[in-house]
């Protein structure tokens, strides 16, 4: 591989005498489609876990990942880390960074090592406290108290023009229907392979491939997935079920090495070909950014040998993401609900296929279950 290109220079931002101008140059710097975060951290936390939260706040995130984790610590940075590479995030600008702790400095000095953002933090004071002086010793970095040298900075250079406001997001009230999440329950229990498999791109020969989303859903999904969670993999997870159609169970079986990144292609493993078997599946480009944050992301906490996508037990995990974001399959008429109004029957289509087959007369299901997959 080549040699990762050098860090760039971590920028100190000295504002003097608290000036509003700086504050304010800063936050309207902030625009994460043009990759840049502009952070404030809240004022009520000292810890490296709320730094973390603020910043996935930040990046349009829910600051708290669900499930459960080792030693009950939240992946938090790991999970920044993740979604700042894979959105990317070029340049980070810190706010208020007089007050940071040289631990909380010093994630962030990690963080940068990890993406190779551009680093500014802001210092509301005329010179460098002790925490964050003590932090700097081993960084490489430069001063400015000048605010057109800061505004490069916080906008890069040539300096960018302030893009206009973004227009507020639709709220997310109206589900979104898509026959691809069918079969996201379906009671199949695919194994990962245990030996390398690289699979040929499926070939559909056993159930109809999901229709492609339109270009105005896929986006609409996109900003849905992108704020109904801060967990790359269950983000991905739905994502991935939306272009193959698959079972949780299958989506089980990925793991980072099945995702290729250049090639744009995901493996999914079915060795006992309980649907089409092993196969690659093509990535469509609007999921590619949940898949490089969830490839980024496992590892980072777990390493190359665990679940890409939601883990055996993250069924309920990773419904409720889609819920969140108000993705659904097709739901049973008013009639045949077995639940509430306005709860989501994930299993109406496992229902049909499992009353069609009760309905079959003895002779077709016998024939039926001898057919070969």
Same mark, same amino acid.
């Given at each position: 591989m080549p040699p990762a290109p050098p860090l760039p220079s971590v920028t100190v931002v000295f504002d003097r005498h608290d000036d509003t101008l700086h504050t304010h140059t800063a936050l309207a710097a902030h625009h994460p489609p043009s990759g840049r975060i502009t952070l404030h951290p809240g004022p009520g936390t000292t810890s490296e876990t709320g730094l973390a939260h603020d910043l996935l706040a930040a990046l349009g995130k829910p600051p708290l990942l669900p499930g459960r984790f080792p030693g009950g610590r939240q992946p938090a940075w790991e999970a920044a880390t993740a979604w700042m590479t894979a959105l990317p995030v070029t340049r980070l600008t810190v706010l208020r960074a007089h007050r940071l702790t040289a631990r909380r400095t010093m994630r962030l000095l990690q963080l940068q090592a990890r993406t190779g953002i551009h680093l500014t933090l802001v210092c509301h004071r005329p010179h460098l406290p002790a925490a964050l002086h003590q932090a700097l010793r081993t960084a490489d970095y430069s001063v400015t108290a000048d605010i057109e040298s800061a505004r490069?900075?916080?906008?890069?250079? =040539?300096?960018?023009? @302030?893009? @206009?406001?973004?227009? =507020?997001?639709?709220?997310?009230?109206?589900?979104?229907?898509?026959p691809a999440l069918d079969r996201l329950v379906s009671y199949d229990s695919p194994r990962p392979c245990a030996d390398p498999c690289?699979?040929?791109?499926?070939?559909?020969?056993?159930? =109809?491939?999901?229709?492609?989303?339109?270009?105005?859903?896929?986006?609409?999904?996109?900003?849905?997935?992108?704020? $109904?969670?801060?967990?790359?993999?269950?983000?991905?997870?739905?994502?991935? $079920?939306?272009?193959?159609?698959?079972s949780h169970q299958q989506l089980a079986t990925a793991c980072p090495r099945d995702y290729d990144a250049v090639a744009a292609t995901l493996a999914l493993h079915d060795r006992a070909r309980y649907t089409d078997g092993c196969a690659a599946y093509p990535v469509p480009p609007w999921a590619g950014v949940f898949l490089r944050a969830a490839a980024r992301f496992t590892r980072l906490v777990s390493g190359e040998d665990q679940e890409l996508l939601a883990a055996p037990g993250d069924r309920g995990h990773l419904l409720r993401v889609a819920e969140t974001a108000r993705l659904r399959p097709p739901q049973p008429p008013a009639g045949r609900r077995k639940g509430p109004v306005g709860r989501v029957e994930w299993d109406w289509h496992e229902r049909q296929e499992a009353e069609r087959y009760e309905a079959m007369p003895a002779s077709r299901a016998a024939s039926h279950d001898t057919e070969p997959p």
């Open positions: 490069r900075h916080y906008y890069g250079t =040539p300096v960018a023009e @302030p893009p @206009p406001p973004d227009e =507020p997001a639709a709220p997310a009230s109206r589900w979104l229907t898509l690289t699979p040929p791109l499926i070939a559909w020969r056993h159930r =109809p491939p999901p229709v492609p989303l339109t270009a105005p859903t896929a986006q609409r999904v996109a900003r849905r997935l992108h704020a $109904a969670t801060a967990h790359p993999s269950l983000a991905a997870a739905v994502a991935v $079920a939306l272009f193959t159609g698959a």
